[in-house]
């Protein structure tokens, strides 16, 4: 499954549909954040040290951490092997009222 590809359902009491004053009915997107940009968020040292140590420009890990552009398997490896997380732990989205909740759980699941 790829960054793009993540199925997170929305919050039970999100709204799905907003009508517009003309009539248009627009689909409403959960406010979500990707799973990487929130091990960085979480981690202990800056996001260009993070950077340094995977051998990725720091621009670039900008980009893989908002969503703009999708991670190369190399520089996933590398992503992997510095937070000792698994793909899965990685790649895709989490919704915001659930970060808590998954940040407790992919610990919980960490070997010591």
């Known amino acids: 499954m790829g960054l793009h590809d993540d ?7 999100y709204p799905t549909h907003r ?8 689909r409403i997107e959960p406010p979500r954040t990707t799973k990487l940009r ?3 968020i979480h981690n202990t ?3 260009y040290v993070v950077a340094g140590a995977c051998h990725i420009h720091p621009v670039q890990l900008s980009y893989y951490a908002l969503g703009r552009k999708p991670i190369p398997t ?3 490896v590398a992503l992997c092997a510095y937070f000792e ?3 899965e ?8 009222p659930d970060v808590v909740d998954w940040i407790d759980k992919s610990e919980k699941g960490r070997s010591s």
Not at 7 to 13: K, L, S
Not at 89 to 96: H, K, P, Q, R, S
């Open 74 to 76: 190399h520089h996933l």
């Open 89 to 96: 732990d990685i790649l895709g989205y989490v919704n915001l």
């Open 19 to 26: 009508t517009l004053p003309d009539g248009t009915v627009v």
């Open 7 to 13: 199925p997170t359902p929305p919050p039970a009491n």
């Open 38 to 40: 929130q091990l960085l």
């Open 85 to 87: 997380r698994e793909p």
């Open 45 to 47: 040292y800056p996001q």
